[in-house]
């Protein structure tokens, strides 16, 4: 059974610092890994996704490596900002398309 | 375009009421799926469709009826909701090449 875990739960730091949020996983069989932001109240945002076969995924200030042999990826924004201050998310799909999510962590980025 | 839409955006029901939730994608994704998430938890899976068949039901009560009438839409159909179904009602569609989950904003359903 798959099981997705993200440390910490919550995290709060000054502005234009650069930090990592990380994901594992038991299940190393995984042929994708999805990052998500969600703001309260708000519907998840896509990140970026990993394909198994890929290391890493960049897209602006954000970085998501994976390491399906350790079952950990990990999610580096740079330079952080206010506006960067949400939940974020892990997930990894079953054969099915369901997605198994960690609980998220909180991000809180202060002025 | 990568958007999902969802109406309404709020609703507020009695335990008697029938209401429905609707979702509308233009993507051409195949795949659709309603995700139930209460406060600070993760998102449930609730059902998928597959080219417009119905391919997972997650145990859901019976009072929470889905829909798929066409490739764009997905319908959720509540009636004789309990208190404790009140939730974010998320909506999500999948595409065959990136395997993206993309969703849209929500429904907060409130059930008095």
């Known amino acids: 059974k798959q099981e997705v875990t993200q440390i910490p739960a919550a995290l709060s730091v000054p502005e234009g610092e650069n930090l990592v949020l990380n994901c594992s996983f038991t299940?190393?069989?995984?042929?994708?890994l999805q990052w998500f932001r969600q703001d309260p109240g708000k519907g998840l945002t896509s990140l970026l996704l990993?394909?198994?076969?890929?290391r890493e995924q960049t897209s602006g200030r954000l970085n998501a490596s994976l390491d399906k042999s350790s079952g950990r990826s990990t999610l580096y924004i740079a330079a952080s900002q206010p506006g960067d201050s949400a939940t974020y998310l892990c997930?990894?799909?079953?054969?099915?398309?369901?997605?198994?999510f960690g609980q998220g962590t909180t991000l809180q980025v202060k002025p | 375009d990568t958007e999902v839409t969802q109406t309404p955006k709020h609703l507020v029901m009695g335990m008697t009421n029938k209401k429905s939730l609707k979702c509308e994608q233009h993507?051409?994704?195949?795949?659709m799926y309603w995700y139930k998430q209460k406060a600070k938890k993760p998102p449930e899976l609730m059902f998928v469709?597959?080219?417009?068949?119905?391919?997972i039901n997650e145990s859901v009560p019976s009072r929470f009826s889905p829909e798929c009438p066409n490739s764009s839409l997905l319908n959720l159909h509540l009636h004789a909701l309990q208190p404790e179904d009140s939730a974010l009602y998320l909506c999500?569609?999948?595409?065959?090449?990136?395997?993206?989950?993309?969703f849209g904003p929500g429904t907060r359903l409130t059930v008095l």
């Open positions: 469709y597959s080219y417009e068949k119905l391919s």
């Open positions: 999500a569609s999948r595409g065959p090449v990136t395997d993206t989950q993309y």
């Open positions: 993507m051409g994704h195949r795949a």
């Open positions: 990993i394909q198994s076969s890929q």
């Open positions: 299940d190393s069989a995984i042929y994708n």
């Open positions: 997930a990894v799909p079953r054969n099915t398309g369901k997605l198994i």
